[in-house]
């Protein structure tokens, strides 16, 4: 069973800084692709980032594009977001999610696996 736990969440001015970590125990993740998600009040859950694991292909949805950045730790079997310049339409719950299926990387049902979600709040 994979589990996915994520922290580094809180409350940033607009402008600011943030990174999200996504622990994974479970299966070797070696297979997978992890994506972010994030969903504010009121609004489905969309793509942020993915990265495949044994690959290192990432995608990035364009309102984060050059602003964020998904990364990951072998040895720590870690996925990172490093979120910079923050604007108040990133506030939301951010999800880290796991796949392991060739399915698209962008759309939410293809992840199998999901975390607890963390808050992300951009203040002005």
């Known amino acids: 069973q994979v589990q996915l736990v994520e922290s580094g969440g809180g409350l940033v001015q607009a402008g600011g800084s943030l990174r999200l970590s996504c622990g994974v125990s479970g299966p070797t993740p070696s297979s997978s692709t992890m994506g972010w998600f994030r969903q504010a009040p009121g609004k489905e859950r969309e793509f942020v980032a993915a990265i495949r694991w044994s690959a290192l292909t990432t995608y990035y949805a364009d309102t984060v594009k050059g602003r964020f950045t998904i990364s990951k730790d072998n040895a720590k079997n870690t996925v990172f977001l490093q979120m910079n310049s923050l604007k108040l339409e990133d506030t939301g719950v951010y999800f880290c999610?796991?796949?392991?299926?060739?399915?698209?990387?962008?759309?939410?049902?293809?992840?199998?696996?999901w975390g607890q979600g963390t808050q992300v709040t951009v203040s002005s």
């Open positions: 999610a796991a796949k392991y299926n060739s399915g698209s990387s962008v759309s939410p049902g293809t992840y199998a696996y």
